[in-house]
């Protein structure tokens, strides 16, 4: 009984982590959109990965995990394609398309990472945690979509197709740092990932000569960014990944398209239609479902 009572609070956290973690990278577009109008790209991606690897380097200190010397290539991928390359092609994407468009296809990481987990990681599930993640991911598709297939969404631009892209490459990344977790604290890892990738985009800047402007106005928002929708969202993430793996965590992440449509009422005073409300009331089921089923299967376990 104890056993089940541990494991089922771990199962809460990790569901819980997911959940918040969704509702922090869903304000990323919104945030980083009135930035990208006078900063370069390159130059945001470098700051708001340096603030997130400086964020986190106090509790990294205070871990005395080893780190084994295998695992050196993967947190090298990892920061080169997560938090370098993918951060680079989002940002640029975002400029060069609209808010609304890039979260949307933002959840395109969903996808990736649950393709790239169930392919190549041979992560698996229940045939009724198939049917938990279909009926979230058919929510999203209502959500993003509105059942509106004339919309600018499904017109690709180069701005949508950069952001799809930096999508697959986080899906892939995603599941790295699964790996990586297992053997390190989840605060080091996103320390070393950041740092690295920050300091690889800020070395980008000067070799290339991109101009370093930022207004006094911008800074907070900036570390707004960093902190809340990259560096504690991640944080999330990955000891969602940890509990509860990856197809759940990243179905889970695809919450994003709620919360923004949630910001949109409450800040914006949108209107919510019923695609939107038939859409959160499959995926919030789902979400259920996944839930209920792995508890049930892990009190039968123990």
């Given amino acids: 009984m104890i056993k089940y009572k541990l494991s089922n609070s771990n199962l809460i ?75 680079i092609i989002f940002f640029i994407g975002l400029s060069q398309s609209t808010a609304a468009d890039t979260s949307l296809l933002a959840n395109g990481e969903t996808v990736f990472s649950i393709l790239f987990a169930l392919l190549m990681f041979r992560e698996k599930l229940r045939p009724l945690g198939y049917i938990s993640v279909t009926m979230i991911l058919i929510g999203v598709f209502l959500v993003t979509t509105n059942l509106d297939f004339d919309s600018s969404l499904f017109r690709m631009n180069i701005g949508n197709v950069l952001v799809i892209i930096s999508t697959m490459i986080w899906g892939f990344d995603n599941n790295i740092c699964k790996i990586i977790a297992r053997q390190i604290d989840v605060s080091k890892l996103i320390q070393l990932k950041a740092l690295i990738g920050g300091f690889i985009l800020m070395g980008t800047v000067f070799i290339l000569g991109i101009p370093f402007k930022i207004q006094n106005e911008q800074l907070l928002p900036i570390v707004i960014l960093a902190v809340f929708g990259f560096a504690i969202s991640l944080y999330l993430y990955l000891h969602s990944i940890k509990r509860i793996g990856v197809v759940k965590a990243s179905s889970l992440l695809s919450l994003s398209a709620v919360f923004g449509l949630v910001f949109a009422i409450l800040f914006l005073k949108e209107s919510i239609g019923i695609s939107q409300i038939v859409a959160i009331t499959i995926m919030i089921f789902g979400i259920h479902l996944m839930y209920s089923y792995e508890k049930k299967g892990e009190l039968i376990l123990k």
Avoid: H, M, Q
């Fill in 13 to 87: 956290i990790g569901y819980l982590s997911a959940i918040v973690a969704a509702l922090l990278f869903g304000s990323v577009s919104t945030l980083a959109k009135p930035i990208l109008l006078e900063i370069d790209p390159i130059v945001l991606s470098s700051i708001i990965y340096l603030i997130a690897g400086a964020f986190f380097t106090p509790g990294a200190l205070r871990t005395r995990s080893k780190i084994a010397t295998k695992y050196y290539a993967l947190i090298l991928t990892s920061a080169v394609a997560g938090a370098a390359i993918a951060p």
